[in-house]
């Protein structure tokens, strides 16, 4: 039986989006009701970005409108020509020529929407280095006058799953430090500031040089 992409975030975004029934969520992404409930009341999937399942075929507008109108109804997956995406191997993520320009504007967007993620994470998220994720951050980037953050599932740096995925684990980490922290009796970590990018420097055209410390990675 062909299967949900990314149900997680999938349920996200029909909780978000919709009038569905838990159940009626449930019995389309294959999550507990409870799971489902938890994540409309924020205490799973914090912060996760939903995906929506008629932008990739999944599901159709008409099809949500016609369970909506019947709670007793149940979602039916799209048939879909797509073949299913293949698992890639563990390693350093390969980024085409064509996108490691953009690399600095994907690390900005990162640090500043998710301040949670460590270095390390950023970097394998858009194939780079520690290095680099570090110029961005305190702002010493040879090409920072010209860096803006976009977001790198935009840019095709990564999927949203990976970035999905990687914040699920940095607020875990987070979470379980912060407890340990509070039983040892000391005040929890503040996160990381973000890099930020002036509202001047905001406004400049979407111009993204070649990054020279790239062609080291």
Same mark, same amino acid.
């Given at each position: ?24 969520? *449930? ?37 949500? !409108? ?32 064509? !996108?490691?320009? #953009? ?16 270095? *390390? ?29 976009? #977001? ?20 875990? !980490? ?7 922290? !509070? ?19 905001? #406004? ?6 070649? #990054? ?6």
């Amino acid at each position: 039986m062909p299967q949900v992409l990314m149900p997680k975030a999938t349920a996200v975004w029909l909780v978000e989006n919709t009038t569905l029934t838990f159940d009626q969520i *449930s019995a389309f992404t294959g999550l507990h009701p409870l799971e489902i409930q938890a994540i409309a009341d924020g205490e799973v999937a914090g912060g996760m970005t939903g995906l929506d399942p008629t932008t990739n075929g999944q599901l159709t507008k008409e099809e949500i !409108k016609r369970c909506e109108a019947d709670p007793a109804g149940r979602l039916k997956l799209s048939a879909r020509d797509v073949p299913e995406p293949v698992a890639r191997s563990k390693g350093p993520r390969y980024t085409p020529v064509a !996108k490691r320009q #953009d690399r600095p504007d994907a690390i900005a967007w990162l640090l500043k929407v998710h301040p949670e993620l460590q270095d *390390s994470q950023v970097a394998k998220l858009v194939g780079s280095t520690k290095s680099t994720v570090q110029s961005v951050r305190d702002r010493t980037h040879w090409n920072m006058q010209n860096v803006r953050p976009r #977001d790198p599932v935009t840019l095709g740096l990564c999927t949203l799953k990976d970035l999905n995925d990687a914040v699920d684990r940095a607020r875990r !980490k987070a979470a379980r430090e912060d407890a340990a922290r !509070k039983k040892a009796g000391l005040p929890p970590l503040e996160p990381q500031t973000p890099a930020d990018v002036d509202p001047a420097e905001a #406004d400049q055209p979407d111009v993204a040089p070649v #990054d020279a410390n790239e062609h080291h990675n």
